[in-house]
T-cell receptor
Framework: SQQGEEDPQALSIQEGENATMNCSYK?????LQWYRQNSGRGLVHLIL?????REKHSGRLRVTLDTSKKSSSLLITASRAADTASYFC?????????FGQGTELSVKP | DADVTQTPRNRITKTGKRIMLECSQT?????MYWYRQDPGLGLRLIYY???????NKGEISDGYSVSRQAQAKFSLSLESAIPNQTALYFC?????????????????FGPGTRLTVL
């Protein structure tokens, strides 16, 4: 069974808007990671947040982690058409990653 | 050249055939993983290996086997393919990086193999 659940499953926005994706998980974690997947291609690591961190930034990405609620969010600011992809959260546990089902983001020009 | 390569990239086969998917990496990582992805779903772990002598079953290992021929090579076999094994298969690698708390385990993915079993 999958550890993470993502919300929403699909998100459609206009270029320039912000996109927020949420991830909830069930058990304790070492860290939580976000990956991006362009259609039918391999996943690419975006950002990692450790369990003792609450917020992390990387360029236009902002990730938050609330271990008390077992949840994380990924914010993409000033979105671009090139951000169109699926985004997955993954929790690190026992040397493995457990992936959520993903959020499909569509950014319309 | 890509750090993680998978062959073949696409394969169509028939029910009952034996299929091998291969993964090679030049990243020098000890850890390698095989996942499958079905439409609308996330990735599910089939097998993983933390070093050449270490093989572990993942969430959905039934119907699959693996071989870790060297640090750089990890192959996935379907002994007798069935239609519900039609999926996109990904290989990934990682390098244990310790740093508190826990380990990082950022993974690097190959381009995927699209397998269709008729």
């Amino acid at each position: 069974s999958q550890q993470g659940e993502e919300d929403p499953q699909a998100l459609s926005i206009q270029e320039g808007e912000n996109a927020t994706m949420n991830c909830s998980y069930k058990t304790s974690i070492n860290n939580l990671q976000w990956y991006r997947q362009n259609s039918g291609r391999g996943l690419v690591h975006l950002i990692l947040i450790r369990s003792n961190e609450r917020e992390k930034h990387s360029g236009r990405l902002r990730v938050t982690l609330d271990t008390s609620k077992k949840s994380s969010s990924l914010l993409i600011t000033a979105s671009r058409a090139a951000d169109t992809a699926s985004y997955f959260c993954a929790t690190a546990l026992g040397g493995k990653l457990i992936f959520g089902q993903g959020t499909e983001l569509s950014v319309k020009p | 050249d890509a750090d993680v390569t998978q062959t073949p990239r696409n394969r169509i086969t028939k029910t009952g055939k034996r299929i091998m998917l291969e993964c090679s990496q030049t990243k020098g990582h000890d850890r390698m993983y095989w996942y499958r992805q079905d439409p609308g779903l996330g990735l599910r772990l089939i097998y993983y290996s933390f070093d050449v002598k270490d093989i572990n079953k993942g969430e959905i290992s039934d119907g699959y086997s693996v071989s870790r021929q060297a640090q750089a090579k990890f192959s996935l076999s379907l002994e007798s393919a069935i239609p519900n094994q039609t999926a996109l298969y990904f290989c990934a690698t990682s390098d244990l990086r310790a740093g508190g708390p826990g380990t990082y385990n950022e993974q690097f993915f190959g381009p995927g193999t699209r397998l269709t079993v008729l």
